[in-house]
């Protein structure tokens, strides 16, 4: 059985930073690609970020050059550094794995 713990959300201002991890177990991680999605109120979840189990990265063109995915295999742990954030970056985060497994979310929350 795949599960996931996911720490790191919470509330910060806007231009500030959080770092997301999401650690993976029953899973053979180093063989997945990881994923962080996001769902802000009464909108579609949404692709943010992801990394390939060779390190390749992409990104949603809102959060290009303000985040940050990592992967750790060694510790069976996906990071999401996020910098200079925004109010519109608001939503539950969720971690994602080979576009099968998810998380169970973690607020983040933008405001002054």
């Known amino acids: 059985q795949v599960q996931f713990v996911e720490s790191g959300g919470g509330l910060v201002q806007p231009g500030g930073s959080l770092r997301l991890s999401c650690t993976m177990s029953?899973?053979?991680?180093?063989?997945?690609?990881m994923a962080w999605h996001r769902q802000a109120p009464g909108k579609q979840r949404e692709l943010v970020a992801v990394?390939?189990?060779?390190?390749?990265?992409n990104y949603a063109d809102p959060v290009k050059g303000r985040f940050t995915i990592s992967r750790d295999n060694a510790k069976n742990t996906v990071y999401l550094q996020m910098d200079s954030l925004k109010p519109e970056d608001t939503a539950v985060y969720y971690c994602?794995?080979?576009?099968?497994?998810w998380g169970q979310g973690t607020q983040v929350t933008v405001s002054s």
């Open positions: 990394i390939t189990n060779s390190g390749i990265t």
């Open positions: 994602n794995a080979a576009g099968t497994w």
């Open positions: 029953g899973a053979i991680f180093v063989r997945y690609t």
